[in-house]
């Protein structure tokens, strides 16, 4: 009875690290803990020895296994980030571990010049890494070639040396290359191959983490439930047993409002018309971003599993910056494009009527200086449809100041400029409405009447981004309803069942009246369509397409460089697509909205409503009551407004 009762005893802290984990070292540092024998004369009992003592190998260790990371995709599904197994080539020791410094360096470099002749490549591995993975850590593979490529798993699979094991781990990788690469983001190790002593539910090998984009944002939804591995070794330090106790559960399911198509043909638009640049595709009846592509861009496959210094100096010394989302995370002076604002200010003010008419001079004189229109010649009186066709710079000056600052304002915060979009992602800027308490922080002064004519042009301090122009568009051309901007649907399980929705919500609407949304419309169908719009080259044959122009200069005089712009939405009666295209110049080149963006927007609806060469356009019949414009030739998109 004695004896039982001895061995339990000192048993029991070898019982509570099995229950708990295992540990490397010696076991039971809590000796001087267990109860000590009783007293006895009998010399048996005396030469009892603790289990503790006889046992010291004999050790249960348990490991957590990384889960999966979560999917994201896009609105049906598509992949945009996934997960694919890669393999490392591992020596396996054999146990127990009872190798010398000079047995283990011989079995080991014996084992590497078999893997080397294997790859065909070198593996550079020193004396001091071989060791300390062994001393604190032999238990577990230790890696010699990492992430094989396809081709080296093919070749090694079968024909792998003894001592030499394939073991797997997931890789995240992302199936489009570069397409929605600044939307997803990418994701990195939290940390190196660890080489210290065996912690008590180590991960067999780092986990990944979010870095940028969606990634980022969700993590924790896409990072999953570890499982845990089993390994028990004998008293001797052989094992005995290993397996899986409890699989890993993968992380959930980010399912975005992209359309993988759409998001394709913007991101080929940019790359063959732009050298910087972003386009943005909103649904106008739901708010969902269908595409929102920047250019240059990164392919984040390039992330994983690491990336190197060099290649990451390089992306960030890069001029073109294809690490900036321009799409959100940029903005730009909008140009002629804010004239919608300034028009709805004019009209809903009621500072101007939908039939009043202003003179379209070349130049008109506000203080001491001159603010010139982007064309030349006397274009004569006109009413707010023609002006906005033809973008008539000095009839918004006039009208931009008999309105006056105030109502510019509100209605263009109405329309979501000046304000974060809210979008789930780090970064995004709210861009610039600028009101008095603006001026004079930066300038000095209140909004003068040269500061008021600059706004009604979209010039000066006003900036917005391409995101905030696609969303104003998706207002205008729903007629008037405001949604909050979704990127994202909802967060699923991988059984499909939703954790998270993101529901279409009406955010507020812009209380226009019908006949200034209708007085809009027309102007925009005109910009394209008409025989003085100036954003001809967007026009298609089968669907109507609504729009305006804008080109802006920003920066120093020496440095200067132009944005122009092309945004509207499509069809015109029934708006399926609300969208705005952004050319970045270069620095001392000039571009013009007609003639370097329009043609990008082109290029996606063609595709998207598979334009018949040999079809016939529908024309518009003009609105009953609606002014025609009188003009009979058609102005060429050299537009510098």
């Known amino acids: 009875t004695e004896i039982y009762t001895l061995s339990l005893h000192d048993a029991l802290p070898i019982c509570c690290l099995l229950a708990t984990g295992w540990m490397v070292a010696s076991p039971c540092d809590a000796q001087s803990e267990s109860p000590s024998p009783e007293p006895s004369t009998t010399p048996f009992e005396e030469t009892i020895v603790p289990t503790f003592e006889t046992q010291k190998l ?32 591992a020596i396996n020791y054999p146990t127990p571990l009872d190798f010398s410094d000079a047995q283990l360096l011989s079995f080991a470099r014996e084992e590497i010049q078999a893997t080397e002749k294997l790859l065909g490549r070198p593996l550079k591995i020193s004396d001091e890494l071989i060791k300390r993975h062994y001393r604190n850590r032999g238990i577990l593979p230790f890696a010699i070639a990492q992430n ?23 890789v995240r990788t992302y199936p489009n290359g570069k397409i929605a690469g600044q939307i997803i983001g990418y994701s990195g190790k939290t940390g190196q191959n660890p080489d210290g002593i065996i912690d008590n539910h180590e991960v067999l090998w780092p986990e990944t983490e979010g870095r940028e984009g969606l990634e980022q944002t969700f993590n924790q939804v896409l990072t999953g439930k570890h499982g845990e591995y089993k390994i028990t070794f004998d008293q001797d330090g052989r094992k005995t047993s290993e397996k899986i106790v409890t699989p890993p559960v993968p992380g959930h399911t980010v399912v975005t409002t992209l359309d993988l198509h759409l998001q394709e043909l913007a991101e080929k638009a940019l790359e063959a018309r732009a050298k910087r640049g972003a386009i943005v595709v909103v649904d106008p009846n739901t708010g969902d971003i269908l595409a929102m592509a920047s250019w240059p861009t990164y392919d984040p496959n390039a992330f994983t599993p690491t990336i190197s210094t060099e290649k990451f100096k390089a992306l960030q010394d890069d001029p073109d910056i294809p690490l900036l989302p321009r799409a959100f995370r940029s903005s730009y002076p909008p140009g002629s494009t804010f004239k919608v604002a300034v028009g709805i200010a ?56 008999k309105t006056g600052a105030e109502p510019i304002l509100d209605w263009a915060q109405k329309l979501g400029f000046g304000a974060k979009s809210g979008i789930p992602l780090r970064g995004e800027v709210e861009g610039r409405v600028p009101n008095d308490q603006y001026m004079k922080a930066t300038h000095g002064r209140k909004l003068l009447n040269g500061d008021i004519a600059n706004l009604s042009i979209g010039q000066g301090d006003t900036q917005v981004t391409p995101l905030q122009m696609a969303q104003a568009m998706a207002i205008i051309g729903n007629g008037g309803t405001f949604y909050q901007t979704r990127l994202v649907q909802q967060v699923q399980t991988v059984d499909n069942e939703i954790v998270t929705a993101f529901q279409v919500r009406e955010k507020k609407t812009l209380g226009a009246s019908a006949d200034t949304m209708a007085q809009l419309r027309t102007g925009m169908i005109n910009v394209v369509n008409g025989s003085g719009g100036t954003a001809h080259q967007a026009s298609l044959e089968n669907v109507e397409v609504a729009g305006k122009t804008g080109t802006a200069q920003w920066g120093p005089k020496t440095k200067e460089r132009t944005a122009a712009w092309f945004a509207g939405f499509v069809p015109s009666d029934h708006p399926q697509y609300a969208f705005a295209a ?7 080149t000039k571009a013009h909205g007609g003639t370097a963006a329009a043609p990008m927007i082109a290029m996606i609806l063609k595709d998207v409503y598979k334009q018949n060469a040999n079809g016939n356009k529908r024309r518009r019949t003009p609105e009953p009551g609606e002014t025609p414009i009188p003009r009979a030739e058609r102005v060429e998109e050299d537009e510098s407004d």
């Open 58 to 89: 004999a050790r249960t260790y348990v490991l957590d296994i990384p889960a999966p990371r979560g999917q994201i995709t896009d609105r049906n599904g598509l992949p945009l980030a996934q997960n694919r197994l890669s393999y490392n080539l």
């Open 148 to 170: 094989l490529t396809t081709k080296e798993y093919d070749e090694v699979k079968g024909h792998l040396p003894a001592g030499i094991t394939l073991r797997p781990f997931y």
């Open 346 to 401: 004019a009209l809903e003010s009621g500072a101007v009527r939908a039939d009043e008419e202003f003179d379209c001079v070349p130049s008109i004189q506000i203080g001491n200086l001159t603010f010139h229109n982007w064309k030349k010649t006397d274009r004569g009186p006109l009413n707010f449809v023609q002006a906005l066709t033809e973008s008539c710079d000095t009839w918004f000056y006039q009208v931009g100041i």
């Open 582 to 588: 952004l050319y970045e110049g270069d620095v001392g």
